[in-house]
């Protein structure tokens, strides 16, 4: 499945969920992270965090952060709709 994030509210909903699908506290994460509950919490209601905290608080949950391309890629797409496929 392939979630994209455009905004930080979208961020803390998905690292919400992802956290309770792992099974982990909001404690666990910041303990794990070497990050205070508080910490976690903004970051899951959406508010701003710096770049380390992020990358941090992904990583205590075994997961990691990846950046897309976002434009379209015209060579996939006509192959996706070409009709001899």
Not at 12 to 41: H, P, S, Y
Not at 55 to 63: H, S, Y
Request: hydrophobic share 45%.
């Amino acid at each position: 499945m392939n979630n994209i994030i455009l905004d930080l509210k979208t961020f803390g909903q998905m690292f919400r969920k992802e956290r309770k699908a792992v099974g982990l506290t909001q404690a666990q994460v910041a303990i794990n992270a070497g990050l205070r509950r508080e910490t976690i919490i903004k970051l899951e209601s959406g508010a701003q965090v710096d770049a380390n905290t992020l990358i941090q608080a992904v990583a205590a949950l075994g997961k990691t952060l990846a950046i897309n391309d976002r434009r379209v890629d015209y060579d996939n797409l006509n192959e996706a709709f070409n009709e001899d496929h």
